[in-house]
């Protein structure tokens, strides 16, 4: 005893649980807390947008660019063109009929 207290081991662990029954009270203590729901949205104005996360998707009323854009750099072909290609027997396309090459952002080929 330390001045009329006993001393008590100290526990790290208070119990010895599986995991599954761990998750389960996990999840069981999340729901009565309505902690697992998302929050309600609210309307904010583009200065003060900056940091939020959207509550529901958003789409612009007119896309920017206004044409179909080569998202990287490469060779643009038509999947018709590559029918029976493979990693062991590749096909040979003719440059600009079949395949032409893009840059970031150029213009998709027509069809």
Known sequence: MVEGRRLMERRYYLEDIALDEAWRRFDEALA???ATQPLAGEP????????RVTSEAVWAAISSPHYHASAMD????????????TETEPLRLLVPDQAIWVDTGDPLPPD
Not at 44 to 51: C, I, N, R, S, Y
Not at 74 to 85: F, L, P
Request: aromatic share 0%; proline share 0%; net charge neutral.
């Open 44 to 51: 904010a104005g583009l200065t003060e947008a900056l940091g």
């Open 74 to 85: 490469g060779i643009a072909v038509r999947a018709v063109e590559t029918a029976g290609a």
């Open 32 to 34: 009565r807390t309505a």
